[in-house]
């Protein structure tokens, strides 16, 4: 049996509800899962969202964010020394306060990643939860640790970092704002030298960051994050859960007309939904009797594009809204017939395709990012190559025309939904990656 009442501290840059729009409740959603479970679990966080800060018994929104979700970019050495001191100081005193047993590390993009050798150098037993790509780009990106690490430096900046060095003030920092994970590592050019030199980096070959415990969404974002140097193939997969008991309902019989279409997703570029307008409009010149829901937020250039698409064409296409996505999103799936995941980017992992097949509908995916690991063509889901409007619509098309084949289709998905990615399960492996974590620990 899992030890109870683990002290867990949880570590994330956002956290609901001022989650910036990005739809991940990730952490939310673990940290709620293993308090239920008897876990006392702590969570610190930027201030996103708000004027000041927020302490209260299991969330602290303290951190500050650096140049993303709309927050200032600093960019000089003084600015950028504030910030990581203030951040860690933020840290150092949680962790004295609380006194974790474990540190539980979700997303780092817009914290410091030098948060990464402070809990080296804090001995405190580590997991990493990795769900974007804050590793395989983001350690790239930070720009207090490539100002001390990259190879060659800008001149002045070069002679300023020579002589703060000489003085001591880089071993000075060690305490306050690490720039390294030990002496010995004072440079890394495979993480912050020139693009040429960092495009022949080999897998899992960058000694300057540990990760002894870390598990990834998807195996695609696993192989990736080693493909670009990151030590990471010790890492697990474990695939992202949901409270499948919100969206399940009965798939519609083969009777049923299948007329009702539903995209839920981020309304960017990527995301594909402009190739669904095109499918839409073929499918329709094919006498395909099809209409689509779109419900999403995201960048407004985009969405101009999309709706003035819709005008122009004269397409059946309803723009959703929801006040409340949490209570409101389960009664949107019900009240469709089939879903479209377009996606046309290396999404990590996709959980809207997972609640649709729970709500037991038909689901149409591109064969992209993590989430296409889940899909079977005609076995689970119809799968259709990113950006090809023509294929989608004949995706369409196929759903109506076979309606055995869709029955069995979603009656297959959603079973495999239910047994394999329902929330329980998916946090009994993750609360016994935490347990074996400590294990680890105590044995080295």
């Known amino acids: 049996m899992p030890p109870k009442n683990v002290k867990i501290l949880a570590l994330t840059n956002l956290f609901p509800p001022h989650h910036a729009g990005t739809f991940d409740f990730r952490c939310q959603t673990i940290t709620e899962a293993l308090q239920k479970r008897g876990h006392e679990v702590r969570v610190l966080t930027s201030n996103h969202g708000m004027n000041t800060e927020q ?11 650096n140049g993303v979700y709309g927050h200032p970019s600093l960019k000089t050495y003084f600015e ?3 910030l990581e001191k203030a951040n860690h100081q933020v840290l150092r005193e949680t962790l004295a306060t609380f006194e974790p047993d474990l540190v539980h590390v979700f997303s780092l993009e817009g914290l410091p990643k030098s948060f990464i050798f402070a809990l080296r150098h804090s001995q405190l037993p580590t997991v990493y939860d990795v769900a974007d790509y804050w590793i395989a780009a983001g350690l790239r990106r930070d720009r207090w640790l490539r100002w001390w690490n990259r190879k060659p430096a800008p001149l002045l900046a070069g ?8 003085i001591g003030q880089r071993r000075r920092f060690e305490e306050t704002a690490p720039t390294r994970m030990m002496a010995g590592y004072d440079r890394l050019p495979t993480v912050y030298g020139s693009p040429e030199f960092i495009a022949k ?3 899992n070959s960058i000694g300057g960051f540990r990760f002894d415990r870390i598990y990834f969404c998807s195996q695609m974002l696993k192989e990736r994050t080693e493909a670009v140097g990151f030590q990471v193939r010790h890492g697990e997969v474990i695939y992202p859960g949901i409270r499948t008991e919100r969206f399940v309902a009965d798939v519609k019989p083969q009777s049923a007309s299948i007329t009702k ?3 839920v997703s981020s309304l960017e570029v990527e995301c594909g939904v402009m190739t669904a307008l095109q499918a839409l409009l073929k499918a329709r010149e094919n ?3 099809a209409t689509l829901s779109i419900c999403g937020r995201g960048e407004s250039e985009y969405i101009a594009q999309l709706r003035s698409f819709v005008i122009r064409h004269q397409l059946p296409v309803e723009f959703l809204t929801l006040s ?3 209570e409101d999103l389960p009664k949107v799936y019900r009240a469709h017939d089939a879903f479209i995941y377009p996606a046309e980017w290396h999404e990590p992992f996709a959980v809207t395709p997972l609640e649709a097949m729970a709500a037991g509908l038909p689901v149409i995916a591109a064969k992209s990012g993590g989430a296409c690991e889940l899909f079977r063509n005609g076995d689970n889901a119809w799968v259709f190559t990113p950006g090809d409007a023509l294929e989608l619509a004949s995706r369409i098309q196929e759903l109506q025309m076979q309606p055995v084949l869709r029955c069995q289709i979603a009656d297959r998905a959603q079973q495999q939904v239910l047994a394999k990615f329902n929330e329980s399960t998916v946090v009994d492996q ?11 620990w105590n044995a080295n």
Do not use: K
């Not at 002679?159 to 000489?166: P, T, V």
């Open 430 to 440: 993750i609360e016994n990656f935490l347990t074996t974590s400590l294990e680890f």
């Open 201 to 203: 980096v080999e897998p």
């Open 261 to 263: 279409f539903l995209i």
């Open 159 to 166: 002679l300023g970092r020579a002589c703060l060095e000489l």
């Open 287 to 289: 006498n395909v009797r």
């Open 55 to 65: 302490r209260d018994q299991d969330i602290e929104r303290r951190l500050r964010l």
């Open 80 to 82: 950028l020394a504030a």
């Open 324 to 326: 409340n996505w949490h």
